[in-house]
């Protein structure tokens, strides 16, 4: 996927609040989306992501933005680490077991079957406006991730370091 180009639709079993069921690109028609994919469960840094998004979930709503994330671990094992560990996610989790949307997103790391840490910001007509891929060992700036929202929705100019509330250029 590069900017600029429509996003493919996907239909993925996951866990959300509770209960394992598919979800779809559908389900987020007229939004814009936080597609947010993470290496795995049970880890180290993706918690800290994960968490930090929990907090911020409100944040992204009021700006008309969903929270998608999703790994290649199953669906069961989504749901074993949230009840354990992270309570507070709320947001649908997917199970890219397949890998396809991994590898559409070009995240994966093939030999291992997991996917980089990768940020999309995809709007209502499903375009993707925004993207980040970082390594494994370093987890993202979900400040960032609203800021470049906010300058996304603002169909200015944004300078550098540019907030919301800010002159645009």
């Known amino acids: 996927m590069k900017v600029g180009e429509k996003c493919p639709d996907f ?3 996951a866990y959300h609040q509770g209960d394992i069921k598919k979800i ?3 389900d987020f028609a007229n939004s814009w989306l936080l597609l947010f994919f993470y290496p795995r469960d049970f ?3 993706c918690p800290t992501e994960l ?3 929990a907090q911020n979930e409100e944040n992204f709503k ?3 933005c969903q929270i998608v994330a999703v790994s290649t671990d199953s669906v069961y094992s989504h749901k074993a680490w949230l009840e354990r560990d992270l ?3 709320k947001y649908p989790v997917l199970a890219d077991t397949a890998h396809s949307l991994s590898r559409q997103f070009n ?3 093939e030999n291992e079957g997991t996917a980089l840490r990768g940020a999309f910001l995809i709007d209502p007509n499903k375009v993707l406006q925004y993207s980040v891929v970082s390594n494994l060992n370093v987890g993202r700036n979900v400040d960032d991730l609203l ?3 906010d300058a996304l929705k603002s169909n200015g100019l944004c300078p550098v370091n540019w907030k919301k509330g800010e002159k645009l250029l």
């Open 11 to 13: 239909s993925l079993d």
């Open 24 to 26: 779809s690109s559908q």
């Open 43 to 45: 880890s180290f840094v």
């Open 51 to 53: 968490k930090s998004l």
């Open 62 to 64: 009021q700006r008309g």
């Open 87 to 89: 309570k507070e996610v």
């Open 107 to 109: 995240v994966l790391i």
């Open 147 to 149: 800021r470049v929202l």
